[in-house]
T-cell receptor
Framework: DVKVTQSSRYLVKRTGEKVFLECVQD?????MFWYRQDPGLGLRLIYF???????EKGDIPEGYSVSREKKERFSLILESASTNQTSMYLC?????????????FGSGTRLTVV | QKEVEQDPGPLSVPEGAIVSLNCTYS??????FMWYRQYSRKGPELLMY????GNKEDGRFTAQVDKSSKYISLFIRDSQPSDSATYLC??????????FGTGTSLTVIP
């Protein structure tokens, strides 16, 4: 089974801090995604990547950036954390022939910005 | 209009009831349809997968897709307290990027 590991389950950061959320997959999946999940709003796509060093903006990229230097790792960066970025962040992967079976998600990082 | 619409609930049913969860969508190109289950404070996990139209059954779970009506359903028979979770529908045209409903919160009361 594909495993998607997010480095932190819970994070508390201060307003203005630069925050790094890490996601690592143990399969050779091309496609990786970052979502945030908020009550009543569902999953909203922040950024995605189809290959190393490639990135595409999703629906809500403002205030975020990403980095994909290696195929297995996709990092989400909050340049200057704000309280409205308090949320559950989910990393997901899909790739190759398994793409038709949908995403595999990490366990999520619950970020609180104070 | 959102790509995918899902009634958020919450839905509360007694143990043993049949549960029906539904989503509608607007993009006729969607051909991959998924249902995810998400327990509190966890990431979503894939529950059911259907390609194109038709039904798929897996134990107590049945997924239905009606592409002509742009409507998908998940049925849970003999619901159990362990089924209490949020259920997310997701769909895709290519299999590479999925669009999600907002999720339906289900509670099964013992």
């Amino acid at each position: 089974d594909v495993k998607v590991t997010q480095s932190s389950r819970y994070l508390v950061k201060r307003t203005g801090e630069k925050v790094f959320l890490e996601c690592v997959q143990d399969m050779d999946h091309e496609n990786m995604f970052w979502y945030r999940q908020d009550p009543g709003l569902g999953l909203r796509l922040i950024y995605f990547s189809y290959d190393v060093k490639m990135k595409e903006k999703g629906d809500i990229p403002e205030g975020y950036s990403v980095s994909r230097e290696k195929k297995e790792r996709f990092s989400l960066i909050l340049e200057s954390a704000s309280t409205n970025q308090t949320s559950m962040y989910l990393c997901a992967t899909v790739g190759g022939l398994t793409g038709v079976y949908g995403y595999t998600f990490g366990s999520g990082t619950r970020l609180t910005v104070v | 209009q959102k790509e995918v619409e899902q009634d958020p609930g919450p839905l509360s049913v007694p143990e043993g009831a049949i549960v029906s969860l539904n989503c509608t969508y607007s993009n006729s190109a969607f051909q991959y349809f998924m249902w995810y289950r998400q327990y509190s404070r966890k990431g979503p996990e894939l529950l059911m997968y259907t390609y194109s139209s038709g039904n798929k059954e897996d134990g107590r779970f049945t997924a239905q897709v009606d592409k002509s009506s742009k409507y998908i359903s998940l049925f849970i028979r003999d619901s159990q307290p362990s089924d209490s979770a949020t259920y997310l529908c997701a769909m895709s045209a290519s299999g590479n990027q999925f669009y999600f409903g907002t999720g339906t919160s289900l509670t099964v009361i013992p």
